[in-house]
Structures are given as structure tokens and as C-alpha cells.
């Protein structure tokens, strides 16, 4: 069941999640971490934004493609967590209402040179609403344990 | 008081903050968005895990950094929110007990082509803790508005 460095291979592709963005959750996150106005002051963000409306903090758009993954892929991984992330992008404001899911592609897995037991996978993850509207997308540079 | 793009220039540099990690609050922002167990559980990550210890989601570290950003530089600028991140890198995990800092270099600054309200500014922007291990660092690429 365990999904190791061997079992990703270039092309591969994932896609799932219906992550539900409420105001709430949106300004509870903002509250906390990013307290900018558009994110935490509604009517403001719908008068005076050149978003037209409040939205959501862009670590809080990652933070729920990150949720998505684990509940869909690595909860069932053996990863040791990532080494960063290339070209993280948010094309389009993640609005209160939206559902978002996420889509997958391997390109490229390589064995770690320092430790032979890991590899590293990269991936093009890209976080979209219903309407196929790209939010977030990134290049994640992952650790994945390998089999014996 | 503002901070426009007018005020920003390539080698300016920034340095503030002094975020408290807690192991309470590495456990809440995982377990609501990176619910992976060497974010969850400290037992476990203690014995089991290749860091030695519960460790901050990355997402978190980027979280925590954001709300000094936005405390010491962002509530006082006339900032429209980021484009992106490049080369974002988490080169050791964040400790419970650790107290983070952030150090903002500006790298470039840059007029919009298609709006001239606004720029775009690159920074070098690094997380450490109190004895100046780097426990994130990135490059985000910023819209502010310009004076008129």
C-alpha cells in the first residue's frame, strides 16, 4: 500500500481533492499569519482591492493544497517531508465559495546521492477551483524513503 | 510612513522579529494542514523520525514568516500581495522552542509593463533562528503600487 521513491515514475499523474474555502476559514488563517487587509477586513477587500473581493493568504492556498496531499497521497507515502519548492505561483486570488482540488504530474525521480536509502521526486502540483481556474502552482522537490 | 515601490532598492536591507515556535501551535497548523506524524506526533518523531523530533510543516515556517513580514514591513506598505516564490528552500526543520527571525534583501525592482500603477520587487528573504541557522529562505516576487 506504501507508496516508495520506486513507485513514482516521470508522467505520472494524480488528481483529487474538494477543499471547501469558507470566509471563515479564510479570515481565521489571515488572523493569525497574514493580517493584511484584503485578507482579513471583507468589506474593504470588496470596496477598495483590485481583487474585488476578500481573499484567501497565498501560504493559506498552500496550506490547503498541502492538506489535500497528505489526506490523498502522503498518508499513505513514506516521505521524509520536502526540501523546498521551485516557482510557486499564484495566478489567481482563492475566493470564499470555491472548491478546490488538486492535479499531480511527476517529472522527475532521481536516488539521492548522499543516502542511498532516499530519493528525490519532483512534481508540477497545481491547486484549481471547480471551474478549472488555476490558484496555486509549484514545483515541490520531495524525500521519499526507498525500498530495500 | 508608507512603503511604496518608489522606496525600495536593489541591496536595501531589513532584518526583524521574534517568533516563539511552540510545540502547541506546530500541533494545531498541522493537524488542520499537514496532518503528516512528524508534524503530529511528538513521540513518535522523537523515536522514529530522521530529524530527531516534532518538526514545524514547512507551509508553517512560511506562515510564521509571513506574520513578521506583515507586522514589520507589510501593514505599513502599499503592497497588493505576491505574483510568486521562487526557490523556496527549508534547509533544517523548525523546532519546537526555536525563536525565528527574518532578514529581507532587496534583489531587484522592476515598473510593471502592463500596469504603471504598479512594480514588482524580488527579495532574498531568509527565516533563522536565535543562533542563525536558516531554516527558510526564498525569493518572492512582490506588487506594490507606485507613487503617483
Not at 7 to 21: I, K, Q, T
Not at 33 to 46: L, S
Amino acid at each position: 500500500m506504501t507508496v516508495y521513491f520506486e513507485d513514482l515514475s516521470p508522467g505520472d499523474e494524480l488528481e483529487f481533492g474538494a477543499y471547501e474555502v469558507t470566509e471563515d476559514e479564510i479570515l481565521a488563517f489571515a488572523e493569525q499569519y497574514d493580517p493584511q487587509w484584503f485578507h482579513t477586513d471583507p468589506e474593504r477587500a470588496e470596496n477598495e482591492s483590485i481583487y474585488g473581493s476578500l481573499i484567501a493568504s497565498g501560504w493559506h492556498t498552500g496550506a490547503m493544497t498541502m492538506r489535500m496531499l497528505v489526506d490523498e497521497h502522503f498518508s499513505d507515502a513514506a516521505s521524509f517531508g520536502a526540501l523546498g519548492v521551485d516557482e510557486l505561483r499564484w495566478p489567481n486570488p482563492t475566493l470564499p465559495g470555491e472548491t478546490l482540488s488538486v492535479r499531480v504530474e511527476v517529472l522527475e525521480t532521481r536516488p539521492s546521492e548522499s543516502s542511498p536509502d532516499r530519493g528525490v521526486v519532483r512534481t508540477e502540483t497545481t491547486t484549481s477551483n471547480q471551474d478549472g481556474e488555476t490558484k496555486l502552482s509549484m514545483k515541490p522537490i520531495v524525500l521519499y524513503a526507498r525500498r530495500e
